[in-house]
């Protein structure tokens, strides 16, 4: 995040209190945010056959259908941290955790075009969580904690990755039937919205001197993010390592694990919901140790190495190589490394755009995304002739995510160093 994200002169002057408290209370409640939109982001995964009955969809095409959260996910992550920087947390956040709410209500509705709408909501929604997140910790966290800060809010979204998968397989196979969760989250998703909206405070400065500033005007910190060849470097960075989670094990897993290692479903479900739990430690153990040693670029490229031998493992030797759970875990833990540039482009760009930076690096992040995961379900559809999808068509297709892993490593030795002790 920013050099000098905050120092204790900026802060005072920019908010409603000196306390940092209030900001504190309010990331927590985002925190709630972010896990309950990694959660509707990942609970398709468990519900494949439901929902490709329910819709009258191939596979191909519920994977189409699913990708749709990556376009405005990413389109909104530049309009979140825009909004962010201009109107402050207060609005914002609320506003995204409402829209959130109501693409997940209309998802479960059980209409196919009510859920391609839901799932564009859903996308929307869910990319004002992490922006806002990380815009209340700059403001509640001293800057040596901030990576720290990070890395706990990433946790809580991979919690809600685990609980997507996991706990949510539970439920719609003996306690509620598909439409209910989706119903019940987005109720749920709203009361925090209200709750976000009563207790974030409101910045003064973010709302009096820009009044009058023009409507584009609101988009101007981007030509300072955007202009730093910095800021690309840690999308595609951050964006190479995400897609092992975002297509690999929140898309495919599953399906990789009872087709590829004939693993049974209820079986896959808890081993595929082990990456978010690894995630969870990752993230926070992972931020904290940068701060700790005040260097980024170290922990970046040892959890890349790690990341692409846990990858190459899973992908080339046979399931039974390792103990269960054991490579899930830890390439989950490993993955968390894909935080530390969201840490890097707030460094290395300047104090007042630290919304917009991180608005930046999601949208190129998500970007990254929304292009490989229909591009990844029709090569998987062309190795498959047709025919059940088995270990060599998994193993061909995953070979490109490992070469993304290792394009991620050489990325970072152009990384600037940004930690404390550079």
């Not at 685990?162 to 749920?188: C, E, K, P, R």
């Not at 490989?372 to 270990?391: C, D, E, K, T, Y």
Request: aromatic letters at 14%; hydrophobic letters at 50%.
């Amino acid at each position: 995040m920013p050099a000098n994200i905050h120092s204790t002169k900026p802060q005072s002057s920019t908010s409603t209190t000196s306390s940092p408290t209030p900001y504190i209370i309010a990331w927590f409640l985002c925190l709630i945010f972010y896990l309950l939109q990694y959660s509707t982001r990942s609970a398709p995964s468990v519900m494949v056959s439901e929902l490709v009955s329910a819709f009258g969809l191939t596979t191909v095409g519920l994977g189409s259908l699913l990708g749709l959260y990556y376009y405005t996910y990413s389109f909104c992550s530049i309009i979140s941290g825009a909004a962010v920087d201009r109107w402050g947390a207060k609005y914002t956040i609320s506003f995204g955790a409402l829209v959130l709410a109501v693409g997940t209500c209309l998802f479960g509705w059980g209409d196919e075009w009510m859920a391609s709408l839901g799932r564009l909501m859903q996308g929307a929604g869910s990319a004002f969580a992490f922006v806002g997140a990380v815009y209340l910790a700059a403001r509640g966290f001293p800057k040596k904690y901030l990576a720290t800060a990070v890395g706990v809010t990433q946790c809580a979204g991979m919690l809600g990755g685990a609980m997507g998968q996991s706990t949510v397989a539970w439920l719609i196979h003996g306690v509620i039937n598909w439409h209910f969760y989706w119903i019940d989250t987005g109720l749920l998703v709203a009361l925090i919205a209200a709750f976000l909206f009563v207790l974030t405070p409101q910045d003064k400065s973010v709302t009096a001197p820009r009044a009058a500033a023009p409507s584009g005007s609101m988009f101007a910190p981007y030509k300072s993010v955007l202009s730093n060849p910095q800021s690309y470097l840690c999308g595609l960075c951050a964006g190479l390592l995400f897609l092992p989670t975002t297509v690999g094990s929140m898309t495919w897993g599953i399906t990789f694990l009872t087709q590829s290692w004939h693993i049974g479903y209820h079986e896959a479900v808890l081993r595929a919901a082990m990456v978010p739990v690894g995630w969870m430690f990752g993230c926070p153990a992972l931020g904290y140790l940068t701060d700790k040693i005040g260097r980024r670029k170290p922990v970046l490229l040892g959890g890349i190495i790690v990341m692409a031998f846990t990858v190459a493992a899973i992908i080339y030797l046979p399931g039974n190589t390792f103990p269960p759970y054991v490579l899930a875990l830890l390439l989950g833990f490993s993955s968390g490394a894909a935080m530390i540039p969201y840490t890097i482009i707030k460094e290395v760009n300047a104090d007042n755009v630290k919304g917009s930076a991180t608005g930046a690096i999601n949208f190129l992040v998500f970007v990254i995304s929304a292009v490989v995961s229909p591009l990844f379900a029709i090569f998987l559809q062309h190795l498959g002739h047709g025919r059940p999808l088995n270990g060599a068509d998994f193993t061909e297709a995953f070979s490109f995510g490992l070469a993304g892993i290792v394009l991620a490593g050489a990325l970072t030795f152009l990384l600037r160093e940004t930690g404390q002790k550079r």
